[in-house]
């Protein structure tokens, strides 16, 4: 028998099977709201409620945009320079590289990367509207921007040897990679040793 009420332990078990939140963690959010002004639960249901129907995806970009909304203006304003794309793998990366208030060409959002044991190929991936964009807006360069991992490395490969096949004439770039700062030779990773050697610098 259960010494919390239906209702408030729904709550903890959705909370729980959200990315990164853990049972206590959950527990705690449910408290949170619980013990706050119903109005406080009231607008995170209706924020919930209308995620899907207030969120689309650019037809072009594959970036988040409002509903209402028929191109990302990401790519529609005239800040941005539509010959140079950088390719992502999630609409999430788009809100990263913004951060830096350093990029000002367009994005291309794959939705994810090749990866076989997920049953994820390249016909799942934004990789032929990626080929008639190169096309369309006469792009000069394309910046690989997938994560340092093994099947970010496959999909950028992927790419490339398209890009050839297909006889694109194109400027292939990738971002720079290395060390971050305070990482130990012995803990870092493979990828990122092997892009630490191939980026180095002359002192």
Known sequence: MSVLPKALLKLIEELGSLPGVGPRTAERYA???LRSDKHVADRLSNAISNLHSGVALCPKTFALIDASEELSPLYTSSDRNKKLVAVVEDPLDVVALERTNQFKGTYHVLGGVISPIDGIG???????????????DAVQEVILAMNASVEGESTALFLQKQFEEQGISVRVSRLAR??????????????????ALEGRQTL
Not at 124 to 129: A, D, G, S, T, Y
Not at 182 to 192: F, K, M, P, R, S
Request: proline share 6%; no cysteine; net charge negative.
């Open 122 to 136: 390249p016909e799942q991936l934004h990789i032929q509207e990626l080929l008639q964009r190169i096309g369309d």
């Open 31 to 33: 408290y949170h709201l």
């Open 178 to 195: 290395g060390l971050p700062m305070g990482v130990d030779l012995e803990y870092a990773d493979q990828i990122t040793l092997s892009h």
